[in-house]
């Protein structure tokens, strides 16, 4: 026979199980979070930082990033695009600070896939991360930042007449 008592004891305990459920969830994921944002703020010691702007503001020398920023016109943008003295910064990509010109309020730094450093405002970039376009937050790890020493080796297939591919002149 059931009772008012063991009802209410019964509702006490589901309810209490819930709470140190919910309580366990929140710390857990408090946890996460916590280390999730040590490694970001590790990699924020190590110079990374993640592109806030859109636009054509990494450039080759400081004094194209001011005369893009200073004189913003469809005309000067294509310009130096087309001259590749600037490449496109999108929002939340890592880039790594080699260099910092405090008086003029820019930094050098590294874009994956660009072989040469370039040179962008220091406010253009943060410490904090920022999701990329896919929702993403980009690491050195699968940005392609990483130097060659840290990347795998990619090894070449074998030169055997088994795998060897020739043109139907029988050029390889």
């Known amino acids: 026979m059931i009772t008012a008592d063991s009802f209410f004891f019964a509702l006490g305990v589901k309810k209490c199980v819930k709470l140190v459920i919910s309580v366990m969830t929140g710390v857990g994921l408090a946890l996460t979070c916590t280390a999730l944002a040590d490694n970001y703020n590790d990699l924020a010691e190590q110079g990374y930082r993640w592109v806030t702007v859109n636009g054509p503001y990494a450039c080759n020398t400081e004094q194209d990033v001011e005369r893009i920023t200073a004189h913003h016109t469809d005309a000067a943008e294509l310009d130096v695009v087309q001259n590749i003295k ?76 088994s795998t060897a591919r020739t043109r139907s002149n029988g050029i390889p």
């Open 86 to 161: 600037c490449y496109y910064l999108i929002p939340g990509t890592i880039v790594q600070v080699i260099t910092q010109d405090p008086a003029r309020g820019m930094s050098e730094m590294r874009l994956a896939g660009v072989p040469r450093p370039l040179w962008t405002y220091t406010r253009f970039l943060s410490k904090h991360p920022i999701q990329d376009l896919y929702g993403v937050i980009e690491t050195p790890e699968n940005s392609g930042l990483l130097s060659s020493a840290h990347a795998p080796s990619i090894r070449p297939f074998p030169s055997n007449s």
